[in-house]
């Protein structure tokens, strides 16, 4: 009992001592208290952020296990790695033209012009191919990158074409640009 009398008088006796006067000390809380709350509703929003992210990659992972199965989605791969692969030919093609016009040597415009039908004919075998499948939701927002990859692409090797055929070189470097662009969509 001695004991807990002694340490309620040194406890009175250091709280008397103490600087702080009783308002001080209660507006010191209040602004701790304040900060507290607005980390709390800090992390309260971090959270729900947090948690509608792990919706999504859960949705996702759902929807990726349900397309596993799914025999449009190996259809969408096979065509889609049929198009990169025939792309990928009729560009390294044109880049070809393209360094030898740089590089001083006559380029055939019908040459030009083949290899940017070519291109076309590529996309509109491609969209033609993919139409006639029932795409997921995943794949459907892939597809979306590619179909606005294509129509840059497309749009690019036009001008790439007509940039050659009119000697521009200003022409040909935008359209360049504009087709390595393109590649923001995949």
């Known amino acids: ?70 025999p449009n989605v190996q259809k969408y791969v096979t065509i889609v790695s049929d198009y990169a692969s025939s792309l990928s030919e009729e560009l390294n093609a044109l880049n070809d033209y393209i360094l030898n016009y740089r590089n001083g040597e006559e380029v055939k415009t019908g040459d030009v012009v083949k290899v940017r039908d070519s291109i076309s004919e590529t996309i509109e075998t491609f969209d033609a191919s993919v139409s006639e499948l029932e795409l997921t939701e995943v794949l459907s927002r892939e597809h979306e990158n590619l179909v606005l990859a294509n129509k840059e692409i497309d749009e690019a090797v036009v001008d790439i074409a007509d940039a050659i055929a009119a000697d521009d070189e200003e022409l040909l470097d935008e359209a360049i640009q504009q087709l390595q662009q393109a590649t923001e969509y995949l």
């Open 1 to 70: 009992m001695k004991i807990r009398l002694s340490l309620m008088a040194l406890t009175i006796f250091v709280a008397g001592c103490s600087g702080d006067d009783p308002e001080q000390s209660l507006k010191k809380q209040e602004e701790y208290k304040s900060e507290l709350e607005n980390l709390l509703q800090t992390e309260q929003v971090r959270n729900q952020q947090l948690q509608l992210h792990l919706d999504n990659l859960e949705e996702e992972i759902i929807n990726f296990e349900e397309d596993r199965d799914n």
